[in-house]
């Protein structure tokens, strides 16, 4: 394809191997009733490491610049060059919501000949008032558990649902299209069903069962997508994560325009014709479509002091035992073409399963290769506006031990009327971008204003912030301003020649009051000598307390974050600061006189304590309330502190 012509139709061809592999050297061709593609080649396969195993089920994304060929009814498989045979079946070709399948069952691509191997595909035929679904489901590092059955529902815009028992060991037969036994290890499967109309999909509910009722049954899911033919398509949906018998995974599915990544890792709307060869390379990945808190935003920056060249893997774990599954350190944002360089500091966003509150994480270096090695020097990661460190100083990562786990440092309680301040600053890749000039800021939020203050202390970088492509943060204990509305920048020359190089390229800002806002990342810009730079922070959007009905008396796969139909699980956590908070709340009542908005204001605050999303966050918010409470009606007796029990 010529570099210079634009992607304008995307396809996803999924094929099993037989037995044979061509490598490289397989090009198709897609026919349709208005036309056809260029030969596409087949690429890397989406579904797993290494291509065309035997009994295998490869997944490709294949890009075309012919706009439309119409209903497809064939596909050509040509070898590039001689190899020997090539068996496969099982093939799809999936245009949007349009699924088609081949009807014969075994084809062969020889070594004799340049001619294609033809494959015949077609639409499924369905009566009038049913339709057709497909679920493709990718495995795990372990196969399903043996007398145990997911079970897939879901619920369309028209309030039906349908739903899919995907597996059973006690069963003559496996519902997998393409395997002989479904979902075992590292295995991608395809279900095809055939039910009433539902409409759009809506939501999604993935539960595990067990035909004994034994309780040790689980089933690690890495991702999967759902399309009900000709109406709707999910997007691959990220899980990562372990089902296990008493848990289920609900998730919703928002129809809205996509949205794509931007350079920085934070979603932006593209209303534009996709130009990008790899934004169109995005009809896998409609990962905005999925509109549950199951994802988590992660911002991880860590320095190293001897880097590697191998692959580094994180994996997050919550105070229940949670995991978001490994995620890969792939992409420096500071520094893309070069992650753990040596004594480099380099930031990740990660978009993986959300957890709530961070208990440990655990860091694996590819053990594949024996050279390689890791030298680590410290990690902060920032999530859900918490701030965790890790202090990880000359902690080696090698072929004798290449995964380690790790607890975050606690901190001190702060005293009353202060709060715990963070800033990320990413300095830009352009020349002048770095500055030795005094960096101040003033911040300015709904209860008062902390600062000038000069940040010149870096967490990652020492004395030496705001170099180009560094990533800086900065640790500020002041007054509690409420909530944060906007940071002021100043740059402040000095040294012997401070008309010279006292500019700055700040590429963007990330403001965060620990436990209780993050600003994410605001833009900033060029930065002028003396010339104050104020930069708007977002307002913090709490979460929407509301009561849904229950799908299932079983409870959700442990996440704090709530999604769909799932119960809250801080609430047993923070009854435990309820039952010292309301005799306070009813004392004030009996004895003050309080008018409506004062009243309102503490049942806000009793809210944001109750269904806080972590303990920490609970403990914060508990604080929070008392200083409120003791403003109104005096000294509140200081109470013994207890350890709160942990959640089982």
Not at 90 to 116: A, C, E, K, Q
Not at 378 to 405: A, G, M, P, R, T
Not at 461 to 481: G, M, R
Not at 502 to 515: L, P, T, V, W, Y
């Amino acid at each position: 394809m010529n570099e210079f012509q634009s992607i304008v139709k995307t396809y996803i061809l999924i094929v099993k191997t037989l037995h044979g592999d061509p490598g490289d050297n397989v090009t198709v061709v897609i026919k349709g009733t208005d036309g056809q593609t260029e030969k596409l080649a087949l690429g890397k396969s989406q579904s797993h490491q290494k291509t065309f195993k035997d009994n295998q089920t490869d997944l490709f994304l294949l890009a075309s610049n012919i706009n439309n060929i119409g209903k497809i009814f064939q596909i050509e498989f040509y070898p590039d060059i001689k190899f020997k045979e090539w068996k496969y079946n099982n093939i799809f070709i999936i245009d949007g919501i349009h699924v088609y399948r081949d009807l014969i069952s075994i084809y062969s691509l020889v070594l004799s000949t340049n001619s294609p191997s033809i494959v015949n595909v077609s639409e499924p035929y369905i009566e009038s008032q049913e339709s057709i679904y497909y679920a493709f489901i990718k495995t795990g590092n372990d196969s399903c558990s043996k007398g145990c059955y997911p079970k897939l529902s879901l619920f369309g815009n028209n309030q039906q649902h349908t739903e899919i028992d995907m597996k059973s060991s006690y069963r003559m037969h496996s519902l997998s299209i393409n395997n002989n036994n479904a979902l075992e290890k590292h295995q991608f499967d395809i279900f095809q069903w055939q039910d009433h109309n539902i409409g759009t999909i809506e939501r999604m509910h993935l539960q595990l069962y067990s035909e004994n009722k034994q309780s040790k049954c689980q089933w690690p899911i890495d991702w999967m997508f759902v399309i009900h033919h000709k109406y709707s398509f999910t997007g691959r949906i990220m899980l990562n994560r372990i089902i296990k018998i008493n848990r289920f995974i609900s998730i919703d599915f928002e129809q809205k325009p996509l949205s794509i990544t931007g350079e920085h890792g934070d979603s932006f709307d593209i209303q534009k014709k996709y130009n990008d060869n790899i934004t169109s390379l995005n009809i896998l990945n409609k990962q905005s479509n999925a509109t549950s808190d199951d994802i988590g935003r992660y911002y991880v920056i860590i320095r190293n002091i001897d880097g590697t060249t191998g692959d580094v893997y994180i994996n997050f774990h919550s105070d229940d035992l949670t995991s978001s599954g490994e995620q890969h350190l792939s992409k420096s944002e500071n520094y893309p073409d070069h992650p753990f360089t040596s004594k480099h500091t380099d930031l990740f966003h990660i978009k993986a399963l959300e957890i709530g509150h961070i208990h440990s994480i655990s860091i694996r270096l590819d053990e594949t290769v024996k050279e390689h090695s890791l030298t680590l020097d410290l990690l902060y990661i920032i999530h859900n506006s918490i701030v965790y460190e890790f202090d990880l100083k000359y902690i080696i990562l090698n072929k004798e031990q290449s995964n380690k786990e790790f607890i975050p440092r606690s901190h001190p309680i702060l005293s009353d009327g202060k709060a715990s301040y963070y800033i990320a600053t990413h300095t830009a890749d352009k020349m002048l971008s770095g500055t030795n000039a005094s960096f101040q800021i003033v911040v300015k939020g709904t209860n008062g204003i902390f600062g000038p203050i000069e940040l010149k202390e870096s967490l990652t970088n020492d004395n030496d912030p705001f170099e180009k492509e560094c990533v800086d943060l900065f640790h500020i204990e002041d007054v509690d301003i409420g909530d944060p509305l906007s940071v002021s920048i100043t740059l402040e020359p000095k040294g012997l020649l401070p008309s010279l190089f006292s500019g700055a390229k700040c590429e963007r800002i990330m403001f965060i009051k620990n436990g209780e806002y993050n600003s994410l990342w605001q833009l900033v810009g060029d930065l002028k000598s003396k010339e104050a730079k104020i930069i708007s922070l977002p307002i913090h959007q709490q979460q929407t307390i509301k009561k849904t009905p229950q799908i299932s008396n079983i409870p959700p796969e442990p996440v704090y974050s709530k999604t769909h139909d799932e119960p809250s699980l801080s609430n047993t956590t923070n009854e435990i600061y309820s039952s010292k908070i309301k005799p306070l709340i009813n004392n004030i009542q009996k004895s003050v006189s309080i008018d409506n908005l004062k009243m309102a204001e503490i049942e806000d605050h009793q809210k944001r304590h109750t269904f806080a999303p972590s303990l920490y966050q609970a403990q914060q918010n508990y604080r929070e309330l008392r200083r409120l409470l003791k403003k109104m009606n005096g000294p509140i007796q200081k109470e013994t502190k207890t350890r709160p029990e942990r959640l089982s």
